[in-house]
């Protein structure tokens, strides 16, 4: 008889396996906040949550915030509390309002996973404007580099932003438009500013055409903190008249999988001069900031336990606001729920599975590489990995053990950060037009223990003894985007070297996929230009520029290309001129399934992982490689934009910007507007 290979945690895992006939009784304790109410804008409050069960749990905790006048709304879902004396205790949960002042309800929810039990409890809780008269305010934020700026109410059917701009300088900056709320009054938070800096800053009020200018604050940035370590950026090539200065600030995800040094996720301006970061107060915190929203919000893939204590890394997704704030955050443990109750059998908990794992068990692990939020109606999509066991011999692996193969998992999201539809690509396996499960990763990539988490292979938690040492990394994927002409998802798979299109048809589709984009997929490419190797390979951030017209925008690694199996890395063969990464740009003709480069330049430099690919506001390109070696112990990356020049398909570097390893960057007008991709 098989042990469980991780304990499951207070009987949590047994709701993965069968309902209990089991008659729990939940009662909520207390329900408090930190600070007494009322409090103004921008105050944090911490709620904390105690319940009972008279069954032996565990029990979960929910938050939901409903703002004055409106329904409530998710801010943070199901997590595991923590039980003491026969008490359990909520995570705590951290709210920080911003928005409209007024009485708004905060609600706990518990509920026992095993029973099914739950119940609730809702306080109400007082924030006061932080404008008291006819004169805007800016105050501070826990982010020394971002003010909260608060204007006096305008009337309905209008809008508000706010134009800020450093003293002395002859440029400024603007936040989104927001619609008019009386009487309320209107709150921003700003950002996009230097350190130890005074900036001016006044409301903008629109009526159809007209924009009236409201009073002028004044507003000193705080110094950068002497605790944080932050990235150092040199201009290689600086910025000129022919630079895309529209987009003039660039957003840097400077994850470090290598190296012991932690930096910041930080904006600079195009000469590296740093105008925002963002920093989690865990030391030991990972973030992945996948994408930058529209109004100043961002999603990251953050670690942290959730429901599992086995699994560490990579177990939350969070959008965070300017000041660093969570305003909406789900874990790895919920999603693994709410996809066992669609029907998605390979995704749920790994703690529910025996040691070893049985043939043909998986479950998911983490979140990464990329979370999205372009779908119809505030719909949202995020990557996952699954570990499923296969017979000994899959994919050519060498052994008498079964063998565990990391496949991927998509799963889009409602307004509300549910799970409404998924992908799994263990569905696919079966050959001829899908994914065949006997065509391995091309260069032969694997994980283990030692490999695991932040250098790009998910936790691993079925490997252990009864199964092959390593697990296959099948197919890596490391992007999603939505295709808006056609309700479609397309996905880089790194370890395939293919893009694909996968039938979503907002949410009605097959899940099959419908075509295959790289060398021996279903595209022919035009090779205009004679390239010994004209395909992408180890690619990254695809998508479909100007809001999905085209072109296809790529950052091509082109690990393939420099080491064609069984070579590896440093294929003697390569000539210079064929050993770097390269920006890419395609036509796509769906209908005669062909690829036309629009742009295909080498970049200067060999970027083994991750990367950065944009069309820019005036038809330039931004590309980042992002993990370069320099010598035997110096990463560095490159945000490099491109001048293509016409009538062919290179061009030349308008600028490059030297740092430290990244994972993604983009260069946008300011931190209110992301590129549409």
């Known amino acids: 008889m098989n042990k469980p290979r991780h304990i499951c945690w207070m009987l949590l895992c047994l709701s993965a396996i069968v309902p209990l006939p089991v008659h729990a009784a939940v009662k909520i304790l207390s329900l408090k906040p930190s600070l007494t109410s009322p409090q103004k ?57 911003t928005g409209i002042e007024g009485s708004y309800r905060v609600q706990v929810v518990v509920k026992d996973f095993t029973s099914g039990e739950s119940t609730t409890q809702t306080a109400t809780f007082e924030i006061d404007p932080l404008v008291t008269g006819g004169m805007p305010v800016a105050v501070t934020t826990a982010n020394p580099l971002v003010a909260l700026f608060s204007a006096p109410s305008c009337a309905a059917g209008r809008t508000m932003r706010v134009r800020f701009q450093k003293s002395g300088a002859s440029s400024s900056m603007t936040t989104n438009w927001v619609n ?96 925002w970061y963002y920093y ?25 336990v959730a429901w599992d204590p086995a699994a560490r890394f990579s177990q939350y997704l969070h959008q965070i606001d300017l000041a660093g704030n969570i305003v909406r955050e789900t874990n790895t443990g919920i999603i693994q729920q709410q996809l066992l109750a669609l029907g998605a059998a390979d995704g749920g908990p790994c703690s529910a599975i025996s040691s070893p794992p049985p043939l043909g068990s998986a479950c998911l692990g983490a979140f990464h590489h990329d979370a999205i939020q372009t779908l119809p109606n505030g719909q949202m999509a995020l990557i996952a990995d699954i570990e499923k066991i296969y017979p000994p011999g ?9 063998v565990d193969i990391v496949g991927d998992m998509f799963v889009v999201l409602d307004s509300n950060w549910q799970a409404i539809w998924y992908w799994d690509s263990f569905q696919h396996a079966s050959g001829g037009t899908q994914l065949d499960i006997n065509r391995p990763a091309v260069l032969g990539d694997t994980c283990n223990g030692s ?118 890395l440093g294929n003697p063969g390569c ?22 480069p629009v742009l295909s330049q080498d970049l200067g430099v060999f970027a083994l992982a991750m990367g950065s690919a944009q069309l820019l506001f005036d038809n330039n390109y931004f590309f980042l490689p992002p993990v370069v070696l320099n010598g035997i112990t110096s990463i560095n990356s490159y945000s490099i934009e491109i001048l293509p020049t016409p009538g062919t398909i290179n061009g030349a570097q308008v600028l490059n910007l030297e740092g430290p390893e990244h994972y993604r960057a983009w260069q946008m007008p300011n931190l209110y507007t992301p590129p549409t991709t």
């Open 41 to 97: 804008l921008g105050k944090s409050v911490t709620w904390t949550a105690a319940a009972t069960d008279t069954n032996a749990g565990p029990l979960t905790f929910q938050f939901n915030v409903a703002a004055p006048g409106q329904p409530q709304s998710l801010v943070k879902d199901f997590n595991v509390g923590t039980l003491r004396a026969g008490t359990w205790s909520a995570p705590p949960f951290v709210w920080v309002p």
């Open 180 to 275: 008019c709320n009386p009487p309320n009054t209107m709150t921003f938070e700003i950002a996009g500013m230097h350190d130890s800096s005074t900036y001016s800053m006044y409301s903008q009020t629109k009526t159809g055409g007209n924009i009236v200018n409201g009073p002028t604050v004044t507003f000193k940035t705080g110094a950068l903190p002497s605790n944080i370590t932050f990235p150092a950026f040199t201009p290689i090539v600086s910025p000129g008249s022919k630079t895309d200065t529209t987009d003039s600030l660039i957003l840097h995800n400077c994850i470090q999988l290598t190296g012991s040094v932690r930096y910041p996720d930080v904006a600079t301006d195009l000469h590296g001069n740093i105008m």
């Open 280 to 304: 989690p107060n865990d030391s030991t915190h990972i973030s992945i900031l996948t994408r930058p929203l529209p109004g100043g919000t961002f999603l990251a893939i953050e670690d942290g």
């Open 394 to 402: 899959t994919q050519g692996k060498s052994g008498n053990l079964p």
């Open 451 to 568: 490999n695991a988490s932040h250098s790009g292979c998910p936790p691993l938690l079925l490997l252990g003894p009864g199964v092959s040492s390593t697990a296959n990394d099948w197919l890596h994927a490391n992007s999603l985007y939505y295709w808006p002409q056609t309700g479609d998802i397309i996905w880089s798979s790194r370890h395939q070297d293919w893009v694909m299109k996968i039938d979503y048809n907002n949410g009605s589709g097959t899940g099959n996929i419908l075509w295959r984009m790289g060398k021996d997929g279903d595209f022919t490419f035009n090779n205009v230009n004679n390239d010994p190797w004209p395909w992408f390979s180890h690619q990254h951030d695809v998508g479909m520029e100007n809001n999905g017209a085209g072109p296809l925008t790529i950052f091509d690694n082109g690990n393939t290309r420099l080491s064609p199996p069984p070579l590896g």
């Open 575 to 596: 000539q210079p001129s064929d050993c770097n990464s390269r920006g890419m740009s395609l036509t796509v003709d769906e209908a005669n399934l062909r690829v036309t």
